[in-house]
Each structure stands twice: as structure tokens, then as C-alpha cells.
């Protein structure tokens, strides 16, 4: 399969590319920046993810997709998920320059670049259209992260849970690649469509197979931490800085969903009866465990953490539906999910106190709506859209989920969904209650920036707008969705 | 082909028992001995794949690389406090438990997966070193690249972690 080189190949990867360059650009500024002139790295790795997202742009609905001796797709689904990262890290580096700066961070220029670094991998894995492409990604994406996890050196708490993290997703690669050495053994192909006509053939051994389906399902799993692969998510979630948590949650999740969607239903279509039933497990197991036991969470990072293993259950269902309406449902959710938790985890930034990196804890938010009446709406915005109530877009996405999922004949599932967010209330709804129903206890010490300011501004317009218009939205991913 | 067979059956045999002694010895430094017995083991099976860049590379990096820089760190720090701890008597039904299921899997996927059928997707001919080499830089150029990306961060992330500025 040899191929021509073009500038078209280029050209198509340009996003890629302009990322890793202005990576390398911004490790290179760092070097002549005085310590505490260090946000201007953050800048510069602002606009270079501009950059990517204008080259990104150019690319919609380009006519010749398949990029790189097809390693790569630009087709507009990846698109889609592109502009979620880019949205996600932008507002990811905001959120750190003031934290980076009030922690007192060393290496605070390589904690930047390090989050450009890991949206290479995001994007990445979601333009692969090979399972080589696709796995190298994911190391990509996910190396960064395990040394931003660990980036509270002298807390043991955070080597602890970085240590979590790199051993288990060593564990959870290894899985992912022998699923994948299966996968290639029983059809001689690496690329998506190549595996697609295979198992269409038929010829391929079924206990193999779903062998390989399970380590695949598995290695995906843990990285949108859903259970039972979820035991790194509390430990790391609550022991990472908290932009890294937010980072986590949102942006390396949604590269996971981007993956696994692809790959399950571009590649492995023709065996939709063998991973339906092991998707929809997992999705099931997740929902009842992260929101039940995020009742018993008092620390709110950890809280959020097993609710983010709740929200990947939710999305998963979606692919367990196997049409384009669900991945179009997914990419929506995913969306949406990136805006309420960003959001959520800038009230919470802002609720550190000066000079304690604790501050995390539930009953801090006691009495918050008595004195700061607009960050204790917010919140309650986010905290309400997470528990999908309407009008909140944390509303519409579960809504399309379950649409996708009743369309298919479902039923079952929707109701279990459907169950589990009425149990997912309980623990929401209790911060709200706590910020507008008790006393406050002490003064509250709201950390004010700009940069948060602005995270929380987008945030809240995306989450009502998405929430009362997502029409146009949703079509946009229906368009971009996959097709069977 | 007989010999091969006997071969095979041979270097198998020897991977699997040295694997189980990196597993089972409490001195780290005999575990890695038998970790480079494991490997090498596993290259001289990828030789009767008839892929001897891939036994070579095997040779090169994890016994000639990677376990010489285990060895050097056991040689950094007391092996003695580091010998490893083995399961705690309570744990132990769960590891033996987990041992069990993974037992009966791996006998049905060998006695129920039709393994006899697989048409592995073998390479007609020997593979050269030149042939890999051109394949890694038309076809594979871009996954090639990204591995530069991953072994720059690699490097940048060992870096943070490693050294304490304020001294």
C-alpha cells in the first residue's frame, strides 16, 4: 500500500502539525520567560491552538478525506470532535494560569505544553483511521496527563495517584494492544475499513473475535473510565491540580468516545451483536456505580469524578444504539458534558482559598449564595445541568441519548438511564442546597481573575443556549455523524 | 519442519518457565536475570516467524536497554528492603480466584476457538530489513512521526519529574 506523497496529505494533518510545532515553540519560550512571566506561555499556546482550529476550519467537508496513505480521515465527524478539544483546552489553559501561578508551580512553562502536547493526541485519535494511528494517539494523549498528575511533587497524595494512573494505563495499552494484534491477526489489516470488509466475509473465528472485542472494549473503557475500569479515576481526579482534573475529565474522555465510536462502528460493525451486549453492560454497571457511590463523596473533586464515570456511562449507551443518530448523540453530549464540567470546575478553582490548595471539600459551598449571589447561580447551572435537569443542556444530551436509544427498541435502557439520573439528582442537588439553604460559616475568599471570568461567561451561555436552542447544534452533528 | 516444531516447543517452554521465576523469586536481580532469559526466548521464537529484525530488535532494546537500566537502578538502592512483598494470606483466594477464571478461558479459546482455522496473516517471504525500512518511511511516515511526538514528551515529562529546582 504504497502512496504518493502530496501536499493534499499535508495539508490534511495541518491541524496536527501546527500543534506539535507550536508545542515545541512554546517549551522553546519558556526558556527566555522570567518565573513569573510564565502565563505568557499559556498565551502563546492559546493562539497556537487558534491557529489549529482556523486550519481545522479550512478543512470541513473537504472532498478528499483520507489523508497519509489513509492513516488519517478528515471527515467532518472528526471535525467535530476537534473543535471540542480545541474549545476544551482553551478553556483549560485559562483556568491554569491563575491556579499555575497562586500554587507556585515549578516547570509552570512545561505544564502548559504539556496540555498542547496531549490535544495532539486528541486530535489524533480522532482523525485515525488505523488502529495504529488511533493507539499511538492515545499514548500521546495520555502520557502528558500522567506526568500532569503527578505535577504536585512534594503532595504524596499526587505521586500516589499518578502512579495509579501510568501503572494502570500501562495495563489497560497492554489490553488495547493485544486486542488490536488479534484483531490484525485474524484479518491482516490494521486499517478501519480493511476490518470492516473482513468481518463482513465471515470467515473469521467468533471466539477470537469476541476475545478481541473484550480487550479492545476493555482498553477503551478504561480511558473514558468507565466500570469496572474506573479505579484510577477518583485517585487521580482528586489528587491532579484541579485545571489537570477538569482536563481529564472532559477533553481525554471525549478523545476516548471519539475513538471507540469510530473504531466499533467503522471497523467492528459486522460484529454489532457481539459488543452490543458487552457495551451496554458496561454502560449500565457505570451509571449505577458513579452516581451511587458520588452520593457518599464528600471531597467534591472525587464527587465530580464518579459522576464523570456516571456521564460515560450515559454516552456510551449511546454507541450501544449502533446508529448514526446515536454517535451523533454522542458528540452532542460530549459537547455539552465539556462546557457543564469546565464550568463546574471553574467555580470550583475560584472557591480555593489564598495560599491552601485544599478547598475542595463539600461543605466549604455552605452559605455560598448569601454574599456571592452570581457565582452561586452558576454553579447551580452547571451542578443542574450535570443532573439534566431542563432547561439546562446537560438535558437535551441525555434527552438525544435516549432517543437513539428508543428509536433502536431499547426501552430497557432508556429506563435504567433514565433511573440512575434520578438517582444522580440526590448529590447535585445537595451542594445546591448547601450554598442556598444553610448558613455560611466563615468568609468567603472567592479568588478573582479574569481568565476564570471568562470561562464561566462561556460556559453559562453554552450550557443555556445549548439547553433551550440545541436544534441547530444537533444537526450539525447529525450531518457530521457517522454513516453505516 | 519437525525441527521447527521441536524448536518451538523448546524456546516455549523455557519462556514460560522463566516467566513464572520473574514472577515467583523475591530477589529483584534474579528476576531479572530470568526476564532476560523470558526474552530472549521470545526473540528466538520471532526467528522461526522468520522475522529476524524483529529478534534482533528484541535483543537490542529490552535485554541490551531496558533491563541493563533495571539492573542499574536495583544496584542503586537496597535489594534487600526491596525484595517484594507477596500477597497477603487474605488476598490470596482473590489472585487465585482471578488465576482460575483466566485458566478457563485461555482452554476455551484453545479448544472451542477453532484455532486450526486461522489463516494467520503471515508474510510470503522473509522479511528484510530494507523492506521495513521503506514501508516505516512511505506508508507508516505518519504514525512514524507521532512516535517522534510521544518519545519528545516522554523525554520533556521525565524531565519535570525528575528534577527538584529548588534544589
Known sequence: ??????????????????????????????????????????????????????????????????????????????????????????????????YAKSADLDYRGEFYTLMIFSLCGMLVMA?????????????????????????????????????????????????????????????????????????????????????????????????????????????????????????????????????IVRVFLEALYPAYAEWQMILAVIAVLSMFYGNTVAIMQTNIKRMLAYSSIGHAGYALLGLVAGTGEGSAAIMFYILVYTLMNLGAFAVIIMMRKTGKVAGDSIYDYKGLAKNNKVVALVMLIFLFSLAGIPPMAGFMGKLYIFMALINQGYIILAVLGILTTAIAAFFYIRIVLFMYMKEPEGEFDLVKSCALYIVIAISVIGVILLGVVPGSLMELASKAALLL | MLIEYILFIIFAVIAIMSSLCVVTLRNPVHCAGYLIVTLLQVAALFLLCR?????????????????????????????????????????????????????????????????????????????????????????YIFPFEIVSVVLLVAMVGAIVMAIDRRG
Open chain 1, 127 to 259: 482523525s485515525g483511521s488505523n488502529l495504529i494511528t488511533i493507539y499511538l494517539g492515545i499514548e500521546l494523549m495520555a502520557l502528558p496527563i500522567y506526568v500532569l498528575v503527578g505535577f504536585l511533587k512534594n503532595d504524596t497524595r499526587s505521586n500516589e495517584g499518578a502512579m495509579k494512573y501510568v501503572i494502570l494505563g500501562g495495563f489497560a495499552s497492554g489490553l488495547l494492544l493485544y486486542g488490536m494484534s488479534l484483531i490484525y491477526g485474524l484479518t491482516g489489516t490494521t486499517d478501519l475499513a480493511g476490518i470492516n470488509a473482513a468481518l463482513s466475509a465471515g470467515t473469521v473465528s467468533p471466539v477470537i473475535l469476541t476475545l478481541s472485542i473484550v480487550l479492545m472494549a476493555a482498553g477503551f473503557c478504561f480511558k473514558l473510565a468507565g466500570f469496572p475500569f474506573h479505579m484510577w479515576a477518583p485517585d487521580a481526579y482528586q489528587a491532579a491540580p484541579t485545571p489537570v482534573t477538569a482536563f481529564m475529565a472532559v477533553a481525554s474522555k471525549g478523545a476516548a468516545f471519539a475513538a
Open chain 1, 1 to 98: 500500500m504504497n502512496f504518493a506523497f502530496s501536499i493534499q496529505d499535508v495539508l490534511g494533518v495541518l491541524p496536527e502539525i501546527i500543534i506539535a510545532l507550536g508545542a515545541c515553540a512554546m517549551l522553546i519560550l519558556d526558556l527566555f520567560l522570567e518565573r513569573d512571566k510564565k502565563e505568557w506561555v499559556a498565551y502563546l499556546g492559546i493562539f497556537v491552538v487558534i491557529l489549529a482550529a482556523i486550519a481545522s476550519w479550512c478543512l470541513i467537508n473537504t472532498a478528499e478525506p483520507y489523508v497519509m496513505g489513509r492513516m488519517m480521515v478528515i471527515d467532518n465527524y472528526s471535525l467535530f470532535f476537534k473543535f471540542t478539544f480545541y474549545l476544551a483546552t482553551i478553556l483549560t489553559l485559562l483556568l491554569s494560569i491563575n
Open chain 2, 51 to 139: 522475522s529476524p529484525f524483529l529478534a534482533v530488535v528484541q535483543v537490542f532494546i529490552y535485554v541490551g536497554a531496558v533491563l541493563v537500566l533495571f539492573l542499574f537502578v536495583v544496584l542503586l538502592i537496597d535489594v534487600k528492603k526491596a525484595s517484594m512483598e507477596i500477597f497477603k494470606p487474605k488476598h490470596r483466594p482473590l489472585a487465585y480466584g482471578v488465576l482460575a477464571i483466566l485458566l478457563i478461558e485461555t482452554l476455551v479459546v484453545i479448544f472451542v476457538g477453532g484455532l486450526e482455522k486461522i489463516r494467520l496473516a503471515a508474510p510470503g517471504a522473509e522479511v528484510k530489513v530494507e523492506t521495513i525500512g521503506r514501508e516505516l518511511f512511505t506508508s
